[in-house]
């Protein structure tokens, strides 16, 4: 089993940045892909950014492309998520995800392990 958790959401200004963490533990050593989505209020969830942890490879959802960045600290099982120039629409609760495969997809049902997710809110 693992266990990711996470932090770092909270209320922020439009164009502000925030900087989410992902921490695994348990059987951290059969995950190979770690990622972020986020659910709006009233929509369905969606696929943010993803992290191959053995290469390194990313894909991040077109529509965040060049504000939000995932990185990793594979030291630490830790996955981040760095959202810059955020806006109103970017308000959602922002969950951790990972996967015993390796790959490049947003599909959810090749996500095995679920954090709770944390809120963060885009708001002046």
Known sequence: ????????????????SLRLSCAASGSIFSINT?????QAPG???????VLVTDDGDTVTSDSMKGRFTISGDIA???????MN??????????????SEEPLLSFKESEYTY???GTQVTVDS
Not at 34 to 38: A, E, I, L, S, V
């Open 1 to 16: 089993q693992v266990q990711l958790v996470e932090s770092g959401g909270g209320l922020v200004q439009p164009g502000g």
């Open 34 to 38: 770690m990622g972020w989505y986020r």
């Open 43 to 49: 929509k369905q969830r969606e696929g943010v950014s």
């Open 76 to 82: 630490q099982n830790t996955v981040y998520l760095q």
């Open 85 to 98: 120039n955020l806006r109103p629409e970017d308000t959602a609760v922002y969950y951790c995800a990972a």
């Open 114 to 116: 679920w954090g709770q």
